[in-house]
DNA sequence: CAGTAGTGAGAACGATCGTTCTCACGGAAG
DNA sequence: CTTCCGTGAGAACGATCGTTCTCACTACTG
């Protein structure tokens, strides 16, 4: 039996996946190792692969993780900007650029991580496509909801402002992209209401 | 004194940089041995690290050699665009579609190259974002020469939908994207004149 | 109490990497 | 011819990786 104490201590795999989360974002995929994650989780080698059988098993685990915790972040900083009185549509430029200042930021884990080819297996593609599906599906739905009327390819053409600000705030180190993009979605939408 | 032969074969640093071009844009920096780099540019071992010391310094000179050729490719996929009666700026895409639909692509070496974060220094950083610089200063001079008076914030949005759409035509495989940045673009430009 | 199943700590294994070194050879210089 | 410098071919080196294995220890079971 399981103590209270036990319990109430973060389990290992949450542990793992924080570990994980920190090391493959900051630094990428191949340059991290399981050894490194074994010592910043705080667990034993022969725990590590209990839980996940190989490097592949655990990247799958932590792309899947990372994409939940990513969406309900940007969800809910969306959300906070609509609160503010902002339109629904440009609340995702507020928000992405709360991530972008932070000075952790890296642009995009699941951008980031299908440009490591070789580390990277079909299993993986899929779970980056879905999270790319799924928030081109939930900015279609800010779209509809603040802008209806407005033309099909909307939704997708924000998807790929989105991304695009993304990367080059990256490499640039800047939220100039991110400024643009939000003018150009100003005037997307504008034209229609 | 070299003969006529020897001039007339290929140089080593080409056959050196074309074999880096294949073996990095496919699989990435991290995934290619300088052994197999070698094997794939027929050198010696003693040559290949007479010309490039070390293997940042050989993907220095890849960036480098990849921005010239890049770009050279194409402004003059554009220029073919525009001589058939695409707009200027709309052609930006219908070049970026014959890439994306090629078999062999793999979304923007540069972007690929500055996620693999630990194969990347600040020297090749700089090639990166200088890159990045050229290539919306290209587009710039599109936007002046054919919608003179677009917003100011316009050839940075063009910058956005461009890298945008190319990362995500690698995501989905797919020209989806494309499609949608073209449109934003034409409405964009279409808004001013 | 003895026996046992499971765990932590980390050494060990086999592969691969970037880089350097060895050595035999070939052709220009004397 | 002999000498010698520069090269090609690839073995060698030391480090690191993903993964597995060893072994001492703990905490139940009976």
Redesign the pocket.
């Known amino acids: 039996m399981r103590s209270v104490a036990e319990i109430d201590t973060i389990s290992p795999e949450r542990s793992v996946l924080d570990a994980a989360d920190r090391l493959f974002y900051e630094r990428g995929i191949a340059a991290?190792?399981?050894?490194e994650i074994r010592d910043s989780a705080d667990?034993?080698?022969?725990?590590l692969?209990?839980l996940y059988?190989?490097?592949?098993v655990l990247v799958a685990a932590w792309l899947s993780d990372r994409h939940l915790r990513w969406m309900t972040w940007f969800t809910e900083a969306v959300d906070r900007h609509v609160w503010h009185g902002t339109d629904a549509v440009l609340a995702t430029f507020d928000a992405l650029e709360e991530w972008v200042s932070s000075p952790e930021y890296r642009g995009c884990a699941f951008i980031n991580s299908i440009a490591e080819s070789a580390e990277i297996d079909d299993s993986h593609r899929a779970i980056i496509s879905d999270h790319k599906r799924e928030l081109i599906a939930y900015v279609a739905g800010l779209v509809e909801a603040a802008h209806p009327g407005s033309p099909p390819w909307l939704p997708d053409a924000m998807g790929v402002l989105i991304d695009g600000a993304i990367v080059q705030s990256a490499i640039f180190n800047t939220t100039t992209p991110l400024v643009a993009a939000r003018a150009a979605a100003t005037s997307l939408i504008g034209q229609v209401q």
Chains 1, 2 share one sequence.
Do not use: A, E, T
């Not at 667990?43 to 725990?47: E, K």
């Not at 059988?53 to 592949?56: A, G, I």
């Open positions: 991290v190792s399981m050894s667990v034993s080698m022969r725990r692969y209990m059988p190989s490097k592949r």
